[in-house]
């Protein structure tokens, strides 16, 4: 190891020392030096670039979960590393199992009156009525999130932020209140 | 400030107000008191269930005093591997692969051996003595239990990156323990019945155990 390195080490191994007696300055010091280390590690290792703080964040609650195994004679960074590995794959085994369960809603993207529902008979207007009743079906909740995607155009993370729910289940809720509308609308003459 | 930045800036500063002063955890010492509680569990359940009449003389014979002391080691080298690989680390490191692999190659080689050298019946043979299997398997269970699951409990305490590995180790470790009490109970001493109703189900268990570790030792 490189003698920079190894000072880098050491230094971070007295802090965490330190941390394990108690000292929350040296803690607080240790995690905020750690922080942009472990970014650029998962950095080059997470497809979805906006996900890599919030594993970061999971890394730095396991640390603090798991101080208590650190030993003093141990190399700080291989066991950060350590902790570091362990909730990437586990975000990563996550990710793959919700891909799988999910399915795009890019088809669902804008729900243009003009595309996707073509009346046979109507006006724009009527449709428009229409569309306003269809949603009326919807419980509250449900109407507000596709209003939110499909009217006010905002993305899937910006609506789970703002309703407290996880994008999956965002995304789950859109997609069936809109099987609903499409069958409700089918059900009124729309092809 | 990004919002995410602002996050992870809040996230330190809420863990570093929590912080509680922590003990590091366990040490070789630990590992030998559960050791020696594994071996004085076995002791006491000979006392209670009693051994089988051959075992003094079993005693007097250096080769089974190697087996045993074999077997006694094995289990202690399987159960520091399970708490090396308690503590995080980015890969399991060559002597915790020794401790995880001496222990299986030596029950193996020593069968095998065993086998080849004394063995009256065949393995095909042996195993159509369905009861037989029952017994010993339903015996070595019992004995595992308790020792595996607080086993289990310990190292969940810890932090183990290593799952899978680390719950082989434990149940390689009890059932090596196991195995010893196994043979105070049971009276054959054919290389035969050694490998197909002790050996193999030790290392059955103990395969097991990677399923367990999975479910169990998440954190």
Redesign the interface.
């Known amino acids: 190891m490189p003698k920079a390195e190894t000072a880098k080490n050491n230094d971070l191994s007295a802090l965490m020392r330190a941390?394990?007696?108690?000292?929350?300055?040296a803690?607080?010091t240790l995690?905020?030096t750690i922080?942009p280390i472990l970014k650029s590690f998962l950095y080059t290792r997470i497809f979805d670039k906006d996900r890599v703080?919030d594993v970061?964040?999971n890394v730095?609650?396991?640390i603090?979960?798991?101080?208590?195994?650190?030993?003093?004679e141990?190399p700080f960074e291989?066991?950060?590393?350590?902790?570091a590995?362990?909730k990437l794959i586990d975000y990563i085994r996550a990710t793959t199992r919700r891909n799988d369960r999910e399915f795009s809603t890019d088809k669902f993207e804008v729900l243009n009156v003009t595309d996707t529902v073509t009346p046979t008979n109507t006006t724009d207007k009527e449709v428009a009525e229409d569309l306003i009743t269809a949603l009326k079906i919807l419980p509250k909740k449900q109407r507000a999130l596709v209003e939110r995607a499909k009217v006010q155009g905002l993305s899937i993370a910006e609506i789970a932020a703002e309703f407290k729910m996880s994008e999956s289940a965002v995304k789950v809720s859109i997609h069936r209140s809109l099987k609903k509308l499409q069958s409700f609308m089918a059900e009124n003459g729309y092809s | 400030m990004s919002k995410d930045k602002k996050n992870t800036d809040d996230l330190i500063k809420s863990l570093s107000d929590n912080l509680e002063p922590t003990k590091p955890i366990y040490s070789v010492k630990s590992c030998g008191l559960l050791a020696s509680a594994f071996l004085l569990f076995i002791v006491v359940l000979m006392g209670y269930i009693g051994t089988n009449d051959a075992v003094l003389t079993r005693l007097l014979n250096p080769m089974f005093i190697l087996e045993m002391l074999i077997l006694a080691v094995s289990a202690s080298m399987a159960m520091m591997a399970a708490f090396r690989l308690s503590v995080p680390d980015t890969k399991i490191r060559p002597l915790t692969v020794a401790f995880l692999l001496l222990p299986t190659i030596v029950l193996i080689a020593l069968h095998s051996f065993n086998y080849l050298e004394t063995s009256s019946t065949s393995l095909i043979e042996e195993m159509h003595n369905h009861d037989l299997f029952l017994h010993e398997i339903t015996n070595l269970l019992l004995m595992i239990s308790l020792p595996t699951a607080l086993l289990f409990y310990v190292i969940g305490r810890a932090a183990p990156t290593f799952r899978l590995w680390t719950g082989y180790a434990i149940v390689l470790s009890t059932a090596c323990f196991a195995a010893i009490a196994l043979r105070m109970f049971c009276g054959m001493d054919d290389g035969a019945h050694l490998i197909i109703y002790h050996y193999l189900p030790v290392l059955g268990v103990s395969g097991l155990g990677v399923f367990i570790g999975a479910v169990f030792l998440r954190w």
């Not at chain 1, 603090?64 to 003093?72: D, F, G, I, V």
């Not at chain 1, 291989?78 to 902790?83: E, N, T």
Request: proline content about 3%.
């Open positions: 941390a394990q007696d108690g000292d929350k300055v803690y607080s995690l905020s922080t703080d970061v964040q730095l609650m396991a603090h979960k798991a101080r208590h195994t650190y030993k003093p141990q291989r066991w950060m590393f350590g902790i590995r362990y």
